[in-house]
């Protein structure tokens, strides 16, 4: 009996158009269809040209939707294949054996209907091939011509369907991105916001003057020095001051990630690129595009982390795990260590091109037992930080004396362990003033030069500082700038010393030297 066309057209359609959700559109449209063509699954594919991926969007049989997601590359030549056969036939086909096509012998091998036959259907909308059908039958099945006239009836509504199922895709794709750039870049704000670096003028002004030199340029930068000594804040100081500062700073902690999972994280992978790869994943290299990339404690990447990290650092580009797309990429890279690489690469542990490629501008970080004159305006700054943080109100006072504990302190953890300090400080403050226990002064500490020599234990905070300075004047007697000045002797900008002296009630100038000069004999 001769099918009704226009019933049949519109009785499909309205299965194809009748739900936004794609699977069960086709589902509901396999079961209609059965009744006119033989088969057992239908599949919908396409093929991705940016990325040479093909993939089955939507599979339905008899036993309902399957789920499991088949996504496979393809090469050129197989590209090449497909559309000369496309070019020689219809826009629909017969094929034998699905294994002997090369636009389906690969899904099919994956979905093991490789030796069955079917009936393949290009769909075509304006003029451009965005996809393909498959019908498929596991038995020997003779399809005729007629089982092709009534699909090719359908290849318009099957191209918008697939065409709308792909537009909401990219617009889900395009949104998550949106979301997820927003809560990983979120965090690397609150991180960088109001960011400063204290002792910029005093213990770590030549760290911050080789930084300005730098920031201009997209060279890499090695950050050199302890663990606790504030890589991380120097880093994002260059970022921030950088023609960069408005695109993405990038945090990557190499001794953190797990060896499985070092190039998914660096580079991203493709959906079904390895077992959980449910969705497609930007890596931080891809996130960092355009601004820059830290690299925290690369001396932690394994041999074969540090030889993918090189051609990235060379070629400029990335491909996703499981993608054969390559991917350009304008950032700087600035990585940490507190290793010693040269010692490194003589072991045979770390590779020396690239520790050359990491050591264009490198920068050393003195610990904090070498800048001392920082601890005050430190601790001072992690009280107010983290008394907002806990809630605490108005930030306590510290005790007499306290101060001077923490100078003499030799402090092998740097500034994180001074910072957990007053952390534990703060946790244990009982509403009188903050009491810094627990700390030991070292034996093997190195002693204080005069410069740096502790106050009374009366002084607290301020009047420690005000010692300090009062001490670089009397060692200048009474001047402020140029060689051999008080402003020299504490590593600080003039400027910067003037403001503390006049905060600080410090008499200072020409009428004040001779209270800074040697008594007459």
């Not at 396409?46 to 939707?65: C, H, K, L, P």
């Not at 086909?93 to 091998?109: C, F, K, N, S």
Request: hydrophobic residues 40%.
């Amino acid at each position: 009996m001769k099918t009704n066309d226009d019933e049949f057209f519109r009785e499909a359609v309205s299965r194809i158009c009748g739900s936004g959700n794609i699977e069960k559109a086709l589902q509901e449209c396999f079961f209609f269809l059965k009744n006119y063509i033989p088969m057992n699954q239908v599949i919908l594919n396409i093929f991705d040209n940016t990325t040479n991926m093909a993939e089955a969007v939507v599979r339905v049989s008899d036993d309902g939707i399957l789920l499991d997601s088949i996504i496979i590359p393809y090469t050129r030549q197989v590209k090449k294949d497909m559309e000369a056969y496309t070019r020689r036939s219809k826009r629909v086909w017969m094929v034998r054996r699905l294994g002997d096509y090369e636009g389906t012998r690969h899904i099919a091998e994956k979905s093991g209907t490789a030796d069955f036959p079917g009936v393949i259907m290009d769909l075509d909308l304006d003029g451009r091939i965005i996809g393909k059908l498959t019908i498929i039958h596991s038995k020997e099945t003779r399809f005729s011509q007629e089982h092709l006239r009534l699909l090719e009836i359908l290849n318009t509504p099957f191209a918008f369907a697939l065409s709308h199922h792909l537009k909401q895709r990219e617009i889900r794709r395009l949104k998550d991105i949106v979301e997820d750039n927003q809560m990983y870049y979120q965090e690397e704000l609150n991180q960088i916001s109001g960011g400063f670096v204290i002792g910029a003028d005093s213990g770590l002004k030549p760290v911050m003057e080789m930084v300005r030199r730098v920031a201009h340029q997209d060279s890499p930068v090695l950050l050199i020095g302890e663990t606790g000594v504030g890589k991380e804040v120097i880093a994002k100081a260059l970022h921030r001051i950088s023609p960069r500062s408005d695109k993405p700073f990038i945090g990557v902690n190499c001794g953190a990630i797990p060896e499985s999972l070092m190039d998914s994280e660096l580079f991203g992978h493709e959906k079904g690129a390895f077992t959980g790869a449910a969705v497609r994943k930007r890596g931080r290299f891809e996130r960092a595009d355009g601004g820059s990339i830290f690299l925290d404690e690369v001396g932690e990447l394994k041999k074969e982390a540090q030889v993918r990290l090189l051609r990235v650092l060379q070629e400029k580009e990335i491909e996703r795990v499981g993608g054969t797309e390559t991917l350009s990429m304008d950032i700087r890279v600035i990585a940490a260590t507190h290793r010693n690489l040269e010692e490194m690469i003589r072991d045979k542990i770390f590779r020396e091109d690239l520790y050359f490629r990491l050591k264009v501008f490198p920068i050393y970080i003195p610990p904090l037992r070498e800048r001392i004159l920082d601890i005050p305006a430190l601790v001072s700054h992690f009280i107010q930080k983290k008394s907002v943080d806990m809630k605490l109100g108005i930030p306590p006072s510290i005790a007499p004396g306290q101060i001077d504990k923490l100078m003499e302190y030799h402090w092998p953890g740097n500034v994180r362990e001074l910072e957990n300090a007053v952390e534990r400080a703060l946790i244990l403050y009982n509403g009188q003033q903050l009491h810094f226990d627990g700390l030991e002064a070292s034996a093997s500490a190195p002693p204080a030069s005069p410069q740096e020599a502790p106050a009374p234990a009366s002084l607290n905070l301020d009047e420690a500082m005000a010692r300090h300075i009062t001490q670089a004047l009397k060692s200048a007697q009474g001047k402020i700038h140029g060689p051999g000045g008080a402003a020299e002797l504490l590593g600080i900008n003039p400027m910067t010393l003037r403001h503390r002296l006049k905060k600080l009630g410090i008499p200072f100038g020409r009428a004040a030297r001779e209270n800074y000069s040697p008594p007459k004999p």
